[in-house]
């Protein structure tokens, strides 16, 4: 017996060929325009090509025709977090929560979309349920880190951080993030040695920010020339990297190296670094009262 155009849809969206999926779609809901999955799949599909509006409307449709689809209400919220209307797609992801959605991934997203409202309290809760459903969730343990973080809450952010590494040890980003955790709490000794791990596994395409996060570390252990060389690998990567240039300028300020602090500090003014100005100021007095 000959498939449907919507059965063939199906068969095409769970194999990736998604413009081909989007005209079996189309053929299906011209033959019947009350099939409420044939415009849910095309929502699908219209997400994965990043016509997120085009699925909004797709979705819309599945919802008028099924006032209760749970799946439709959520991959509205996903596209709505993809177009960044966070209310929307918060509002969307309760709605699929009410309607029985309720697995890890609804309250996953929905402590994104909380995230970016900065809403972290909230959003911990909802990665409190991810853990809860699914506790090997790596990436809920990172996120909840993360979240902690931003609250200060550093004993707790490092608690999931371990958790996270124990699940998977391959993630350089939790190590850096650790490592951050570990400073906030005056572990230097255990934050530069997470920074250097995550330095290793990046080899080769390091970033910016791990110098600067390393420096930061090696500057919070007095250990200047160090950091100074840190943030010169920084600047290397990201000549923009303002932080650096005053982080530098403060380094080179404890070494008394009047010339070269001078010279990042007022980079790091002339990029609007507020805090630049009055060492600036410092500096060039002291300059005068040399001479």
């Known amino acids: 017996m000959e498939k449907s155009n919507f059965e063939n849809g199906v068969d095409d969206y769970k194999n990736a060929n998604y413009q081909k999926a989007l005209i079996e779609f189309f053929v299906a809901v011209i033959e019947d325009p009350n099939n409420a999955e044939a415009y849910y799949f095309r929502g699908l599909v219209q997400n994965q090509l990043k016509s997120f509006e085009d699925a909004i409307d797709d979705f819309d449709k599945a919802i008028y025709l099924k006032p209760d689809y749970a799946e439709a209400y959520y991959n509205r919220g996903v596209a709505k977090n993809d177009l960044m209307l966070f209310e929307e797609s918060i509002e969307d992801y309760d709605k699929a929560l009410d309607f029985g959605l309720r697995n890890e991934r609804v309250y996953f997203d929905r402590g994104i979309a909380l995230q970016m409202l900065d809403n972290y309290e909230e959003a911990v809760v909802d990665l409190d349920e991810v853990i809860v459903i699914n506790p090997s969730n790596r990436d809920a343990y990172s996120f909840r880190g993360f979240l902690k973080r931003e609250l200060e809450d550093y004993k707790g952010a490092l608690d999931d951080y371990n958790k996270a590494i124990n699940l998977d040890n391959t993630n350089s980003d939790d190590y850096k993030e650790r490592g951050l955790v570990k400073y906030s709490l005056n572990d230097y000794e ?82 609007g670094f507020p805090e630049a100005f009055d060492l600036v100021e410092e500096l060039n007095k002291k300059i005068k009262d040399i001479k």
Request: aromatic share 10%.
């Open 190 to 271: 255990g934050a530069l040695a997470d920074i250097n791990i995550a330095i290793v596994m990046d080899s080769g395409c390091e970033t910016a920010v791990e110098y600067f996060y390393k420096g930061m570390i090696e500057q919070a252990m007095r250990n200047y020339n160090q950091a100074i060389d840190d943030f010169c690998k920084t600047l290397t990567i990201d000549t923009a990297f303002d932080d650096a240039y005053f982080l530098r300028g403060i380094c080179y300020m404890e070494l008394d190296d009047v010339k070269n602090a001078l010279i990042d500090l007022k980079k790091a003014q002339k990029m």
